[in-house]
């Protein structure tokens, strides 16, 4: 079977999962009735069977296992959001309907040799500032949960730090594919450019309190550099610089104190200050009350779960047990309701995605194409670390989005985006050479 026809297998057995996890939603609902599941199923499919279609013209020998593993993710994630809220569930859908349009157009737009954004390198690297620093901008930035991350512009609403991601890795490619070299040599002139647009990105995440995007763009330009350059001295460096950096910020910002105190401390026994209203309050009542109650929420799940549609979260009066429950703790409402199985089949979903995008850099001739598609996968994968191991402690929690599952349109876009990146690589890499 073809590279293509294993796809449009696996759009279909995605479908299939789709549609038969919102049928368990919506026969869950005593007032709903599931007559409009096939409807759902055969919608979501024509969508895809789209993409697919796109992709056959304009990269037919790319990896075939990249847009069906994201069609899975997609499902879940708008059975989710449909879940926990109707209409933002809608709005989720319609978000996917643009995500999967900006990505034909991109696959179109790219199809002859996307290699062309080399030469737009720096144009990439300063756009991935300006981007980051709009928020920051008076009566523009939006501060949400204690950071500057969304830009309002009336009716539209984005947050620009997932497409500064893309540019930044955009950039670094192009940057590290022409100096590599000399990079592999030390010498400090050579780091200049490269330093000087992630310190100005880096700066800006911290000035706007957005400590998530600054750990993941961290780790990207680690990865990056080490890819390029092949020299472990340089990630050492890194690291050391990272934890110095940490420490200062520790020290300097009341945000990330609170932050690793949560992190290291949920509960308490006896009543702390609580910021949120002057008076004494345990902490998980308090500052840690998220971080604890979606940990009960994932032990509430057990082994196999209470069933799509049965989970509890909310309380008598209405009000959401677990605040921001549809962007930054949407995993722990997936525990609760498939369990430990399904969260780790969830969690396998974006390991095989992972997988298929190191492949693809491995198997990329170019230096800057495989910069590309180590950058984008090992972003896919730092993301998806950094928020599913904040809602489970294992790092600090963070504000940023679980790829393409959280609810936020900036967020799918720029994920289609990456994988368009991906596909053009990986057709690139595989198209035979005659």
């Known amino acids: 079977m073809t590279a293509r026809g294993r796809e449009l297998t696996g759009l279909v057995i995605a479908a299939l999962i789709a549609g038969i996890a919102f049928a368990s939603v919506t026969t869950a609902r005593p007032t709903e009735v599931s007559t409009n599941v096939a409807a759902y199923c055969a919608l979501f499919l024509a969508?895809?069977?789209?993409?697919?279609?796109?992709?056959?013209?304009?990269?037919?020998?790319?990896?075939?296992?990249?847009?069906p593993l994201t069609a899975a993710l997609t499902g879940i994630g708008l059975t989710v959001n449909y879940r926990l809220d109707p209409d933002e569930g809608a709005r989720q859908a319609l978000w996917v309907l643009v995500g999967v349009s900006v990505f034909a157009a991109t696959l179109v737009f790219l199809r002859h040799d996307y290699r062309v954004?080399?030469?737009?390198?720096?144009?990439f690297g300063v756009g991935a500032v300006l981007l980051l620093f709009l928020p920051a901008v008076p009566r523009l930035g939006e501060r949400v949960n204690g950071a500057r991350l969304w830009v309002d512009l009336g009716p539209l609403q984005f947050q620009p730090g997932e497409l500064a991601k893309i540019f930044l890795i955009l950039f670094l490619a192009g940057y590290?594919?022409?100096?590599?070299?000399?990079?592999?040599?030390g010498r400090l002139k050579d780091f200049g450019p490269l330093l000087a647009i992630w310190g100005a990105a880096m700066l800006v995440?911290?000035?706007?309190?957005?400590?998530?995007?600054?750990?993941?763009?961290?780790?990207?330009?680690?990865?990056?550099?080490?890819?390029a350059t092949g020299r472990a001295l340089f990630v050492a460096v890194g690291l050391g610089l990272f934890v110095g950096g940490a420490t200062l910020l520790y020290q300097a910002l009341d945000r990330v104190q609170e932050r690793v105190t949560i992190w290291l401390h949920p509960w308490t026994d006896e009543r702390v200050y609580c910021a949120l209203n002057g008076e004494l309050e345990l902490r998980q009542d308090c500052a840690s009350y998220q971080l604890v109650k979606?940990?009960?929420?994932?032990?509430?799940?057990?082994?196999?779960?209470?069933?799509?549609?049965?989970?509890?979260?909310?309380?008598?009066?209405?009000s959401e047990l677990i605040p921001y429950l549809r962007t930054d703790f949407i995993y722990s409402a997936i525990a609760q309701e498939i369990g430990l199985v399904g969260a780790a089949a969830l969690l396998l979903l974006f390991m095989l995605f992972?997988?298929?995008?190191?492949?693809?850099?491995?198997?990329?001739e170019d230096g800057f194409s495989k910069l590309l598609a180590a950058g984008l996968t090992f972003g896919f994968a730092l993301q998806?670390?950094?928020?599913?191991?904040?809602?489970?402690?294992?790092?600090?929690?963070?504000?940023?989005?679980?790829?393409f599952v959280s609810y936020g349109g900036t967020s799918v876009v720029a994920n289609f985006l990456l994988l368009a990146g991906l596909l053009l690589v990986s057709n690139r890499a595989n198209t035979p050479r005659y």
């Open 47 to 67: 969508v895809y069977v789209a993409a697919h279609v796109v992709v056959r013209r304009t990269t037919p020998y790319a990896d075939g296992a990249l847009l």
């Open 117 to 123: 954004l080399e030469s737009y390198r720096y144009l």
């Open 176 to 185: 590290l594919r022409e100096k590599r070299e000399v990079l592999a040599q």
């Open 205 to 227: 995440i911290v000035q706007s309190a957005d400590l998530g995007s600054a750990l993941l763009n961290f780790g990207i330009f680690l990865a990056m550099l080490y890819v």
């Open 294 to 318: 979606s940990l009960y929420s994932i032990a509430n799940g057990g082994f196999s779960g209470t069933g799509l549609g049965e989970g509890t979260f909310s309380s008598t009066d209405g």
């Open 354 to 364: 992972v997988v298929r995008g190191m492949r693809v850099a491995l198997r990329a």
């Open 384 to 403: 998806t670390f950094i928020i599913v191991g904040g809602v489970l402690r294992v790092v600090p929690l963070t504000g940023i989005t679980l790829p």
